[in-house]
Structures are given as structure tokens and as C-alpha cells.
């Protein structure tokens, strides 16, 4: 099987490159890792690709004087690595128009809420605020436009009414961490392909159509639950 060689870029601790490094390392995994490049020598998750072996670079933007030449480095490096694929993993950092172009359809990028809802940063306050009842993850291909790439997978989680910031985030990135893999196998493997700016699934089915989710779900012993089943033969 040729394995994508893949590089992780990231700005902090890597849970989910860690995530991704832990499931890349059975050898039936569609892709290797291959480098972890950060744009802060401090990031702990450098540290945690070393001690599993993996090539890491520290690439500061300080040292470079434009936006431009930073990514023309980081490029360089994924260049030497003889990277196939990028996946962003808490990178902070904006990229270039020019890097996201030449990266299209290889980069991907895992982002805390169900896009196109909450873009940027604190989406987990922001989803408390809105009150919504479903929160998540998504797994999109990186486009000039931040968080506004062609989705290839999401996960959803439950918002209980007592939620804080805190309890929401740790159930979303448990999420996350089973999401990003998945999402990279499909992308890896050719059973997701960036295609006329929408992403093609192919093989598995990428869900049950049918499914339903709800939050929160109705008890069963309640005797004015919604009974779905009943509900979807009349539904068109």
C-alpha cells in the first residue's frame, strides 16, 4: 500500500496531532507522518512527535520577514520531508494564499464547532451563547477563506443545559480525536477527493442518510416522545 507522507503543522500542545500520529502508526493506515513542523520552538506537541520518532522543525515567523517568506519556508521544508499531504492541528497561524493554492486538495484542517456555524475563535462560548443543543467538530480542506473549506467529515456532541466552556470543549476534542483520523484515512486512501469545489465521497458510504440525531433524546418511557420511525413514513 503507498502511504501518504504527511506533515502536521502546529502551534501548541498536538492533541490531535497526537491523535493522528497514533493511529498513522499501524501499518494498514493509508498515511505515514513524516514531519511536525511548528511555528513556535516551544510548542510541547514538538517535544511528543520526537519522543515517537518523528522528524520535527521549529519555523518561527519572526525569523522571516514577510508572511510570504515564512510559508516559502515551511514549503521548503515540507518539500524535504517529500510531504504529500498537510494536516493543521491547533496551528494558529493564517496561511498565504499562494501556500493554500499550492497545497489544495492535500491540505485539510480540524476546526471546534459544526461549520458553516461559529467560525474563528471561542466557538465553544459562542455555541453556549446561541444556546444550541448540538455542538461539534469539522474536518475541512483548507481554503484562502478561513474555516470556510469543503467539509469531509463532522462530529456532533450534545449540549446539556448545564454545560459550561469547559465541559463542552473536552467533550467536543474527544470528538475530534476520533474525527481528524477518520477524516484523514478518507482523504489519504482517494474515498474523499476535493472535486470542483465540493468533496466526493467514494467506496463506504459516508453516512445513513436516514439517521436522525437529536438533542436531547426524547426517553423512551416518555409518553410524548417523538416516535421517529412512525414520523418518517409520512415524511416525502
Known sequence: MNRKRTSILISGRGSNMAALIAAAADPSFPAEIVSVISNDAEANGLQMAAQNGIQTRAIARKDYSSREEHDAAIDAALGESRSEMVCLAGYMRRLTAGFVEKWSGRMINIHPALLP????????????????????????????????????????????????????AARVLKAEHQLYPLA?????????????????????????????????APPSSDPGAVDLEHLARFTP
Not at 451563547?129 to 474536518?139: K, L
Not at 484562502?144 to 450534545?158: H, S, T
Open 117 to 168: 456555524a461559529f467560525k474563528g475563535l471561542d466557538t465553544h462560548a459562542a455555541a453556549l451563547s446561541a444556546g444550541v443543543r448540538i455542538h461539534g467538530c469539522t474536518v475541512h480542506f483548507v481554503t484562502a477563506e478561513v474555516d470556510a473549506g469543503p467539509i469531509i467529515a463532522q462530529a456532533a456532541v450534545p449540549v446539556p443545559a448545564e454545560d459550561d466552556e469547559a465541559a463542552l
Open 184 to 216: 484523514l484515512s478518507l482523504v489519504a486512501s482517494g474515498r474523499a477527493v476535493l472535486k470542483d469545489g465540493k468533496v466526493v465521497h467514494y467506496g463506504r458510504n459516508a453516512g445513513d442518510a436516514g439517521a436522525v440525531l437529536i438533542s436531547p
